[in-house]
């Protein structure tokens, strides 16, 4: 919201061969108007108590709604204690908004579960592998987690820290999408 009203509305979009969405906007042009309504659901982000630290797990387009939390204000004002961002893509051809969370406190971590030529701050896996690397001393139980991305890989990622961790669900914040969805035809 802190930049709509000097750049305009950004949307990230992965297109899906029959999703509804995907092929409405594919039959748009240039200069077309479209409506749309806000997101009305609570995957948002909240300020940490003292001591407490944010972890992002996304992947692929789930970096939208990340994005704009970690370039929100509120996140600016109170990022907690030392924010994490694991964002998993296949290869770094499909970094989304690359360089643009450079100038905030967030440590990026980028996941790549295909080989490729190593760079700094990559880890060769999923983010859920990334996961497992972290030793039982990590900060568990004083992270908040964002977890955005399809539906196996947050379920991953839950088993992990509750089952693995202990991590209270009351730390766990979701917003799942779900991969080959059939679209009825009208």
Known sequence: ???????????????????????????????????????YGDFV???PTPGRSP?????????GPIRSMILSSQFAQNPGEQPL????????????????????????VYCYSQAHARLAGEF???????LRTLPGDWQWHL???????????IQEVKRILVGGHGVSVDHIHQEIFFNNIPVQKT
Not at 55 to 63: K, Y
Not at 143 to 153: E, H, K, P
């Open 45 to 47: 982000f909240h300020t």
């Open 143 to 153: 992270t908040d987690f964002y977890l955005c991305g399809n539906s196996s890989m």
């Open 85 to 108: 961002c694991l964002f998993g893509v296949k290869t770094p051809n499909e970094v989304l908004f690359p360089g643009s969370l450079n100038s905030s406190p967030v440590q990026m």
């Open 1 to 39: 919201p802190e930049t709509a009203n000097t750049r305009g509305v950004e949307l990230c979009v992965k297109f899906q061969d029959g999703g509804r969405g995907s092929e409405y906007l594919k039959r748009l042009k240039p200069g077309d108007k479209m409506m749309a309504t806000a997101p």
């Open 55 to 63: 972890c992002f797990i996304v992947t692929g387009t789930g970096m």
């Open 124 to 130: 060769h896996g999923r983010v859920t592998d990334y």
